[in-house]
T-cell receptor, first 117, second 114 residues
Framework: GAVVSQHPSWVICKSGTSVKIECRSL??????MFWYRQFPKQSLMLMAT?????????EQGVEKDKFLINHASLTLSTLTVTSAHPEDSSFYIC?????????????FGPGTRLTVL | AQKVTQVQTEISVVEKEDVTLDCVYE???????LFWYKQPPSGELVFLIR??????QNEISGRYSWNFQKSTSSFNFTITASQVVDSAVYFC???????????FGSGTRLLVRP
């Protein structure tokens, strides 16, 4: 199956700092990647769609200036949480459809656990 | 509206028991795709199966089997002879043919006790 990696797997930072999370498709190209957020014992919430070569599409209620997304290449998307605060602490997961189509199966990264002190 | 419902929040079984996880979906689209994912304690979502709306054929993969019934809008997942390693949260999800969003159910936490 397709492999998606994320780095770092966990990060602890002080309030007010920015944190960058990388999502890579290792064995396939992805013009589109997705970023999700998951709170403890809850389902996944789509935050934004990352598009290679163009701006990301954010879901309603997600602050664009807070969560910066850059899709630098066909295998890399980054999520930067700017001026992080304790309420941004969460589990962030990325996914990428293997096949390029929006209805193709999405493969998920291992997730990044962010803790903001 | 599009929606995926997993009414079972938590299920606890003893090893070697069979267990069925229920999934009911809602969509007005005639073309859609259904998925099951497993999320073990490590957190990574593992893809298990994909089913297209025009293919109601049930599927078996080892101890796993899936029953897709359009008449009842259900896509249930059965684990036969459960094992401790099956303990995880299982998510049912839907993509409409006209969209890109993967709509998740709330998940079912399965605990298999030795």
């Amino acid at each position: 199956g397709a492999v998606v990696s994320q780095h770092p797997s966990w990060v602890i930072c002080k309030s007010g700092t920015s944190v960058k999370i990388e999502c890579r498709s290792l064995d396939f190209q992805a013009t589109t990647m997705f970023w999700y957020r998951q709170f403890p014992k809850q389902s996944l919430m789509l935050m934004a769609t990352s598009n290679e070569g163009s701006k990301a599409t954010y879901e309603q209620g997600v602050e664009k200036d807070k969560f910066l997304i850059n899709h630098a290449s066909l295998t890399l998307s980054t999520l930067t949480v700017t001026s992080a605060h304790p309420e941004d602490s969460s589990f962030y997961i990325c996914s990428a459809p293997n096949g390029g189509g929006h209805t193709d199966t999405q493969y998920f990264g291992p997730g990044t656990r962010l803790t903001v002190l | 509206a599009q929606k995926v419902t997993q009414v079972q929040t938590e299920i606890s079984v003893v090893e070697k028991e069979d267990v069925t996880l229920d999934c009911v979906y809602e969509t007005r689209d005639t073309t859609y795709y259904l998925f099951w994912y497993k999320q073990p304690p490590s957190g990574e979502l593992v893809f298990l199966i994909r089913r297209n709306s025009f293919d109601e054929q049930n599927e078996i993969s080892g101890r796993y089997s899936w029953n897709f019934q359009k008449s009842t809008s259900s896509f249930n997942f059965t684990i036969t002879a459960s094992q401790v390693v099956d303990s995880a949260v299982y998510f049912c999800a839907l993509i409409r043919g006209s969209s890109y969003k993967l709509i998740f159910g709330s998940g079912t936490r399965l605990l298999v006790r030795p």
